[in-house]
């Protein structure tokens, strides 16, 4: 296997984790913003008030996104393994 296959591999594995983990963090931080922006208006500093939103927002993004994320897991499993193989020789 050379260092080109190689490289390949660890981009494609860095890709997955961000195009996985994207969705997830992005929604909770618009939503950590948002409720930040609230409480800096209204001068509530209660630490429950940004903990509740992120968590409910993460379970409803996992919930939509779920099936799709456990899909593109799947097939890039599927791709390693066939892989394994051509990386013996």
């Known amino acids: 296997m ?3 296959e190689i490289t390949a591999l660890l981009r ?3 890709m997955e984790v961000l195009l996985l983990a994207g969705p997830v963090l992005f929604s ?3 939503v950590g913003l948002v409720v930040a922006i609230l409480q800096a208006t209204t001068s509530i500093q209660e630490q ?5 939103p ?3 927002t993460i379970l409803l993004v ?3 996104l779920g099936g799709w994320m456990f899909s593109s897991l799947g097939d890039y499993t599927v791709r ?3 892989m394994i193989p051509s990386m013996a020789r």
């Not at 429950?48 to 509740?52: D, G, K, M, P, R």
């Open 28 to 30: 909770a931080l618009i």
């Open 54 to 56: 992120k968590v409910i």
């Open 2 to 4: 050379s260092i080109g």
């Open 62 to 64: 996992l919930a939509f």
């Open 80 to 82: 390693l393994f066939s």
């Open 12 to 14: 494609g594995g860095i």
């Open 48 to 52: 429950t008030l940004t903990f509740v």
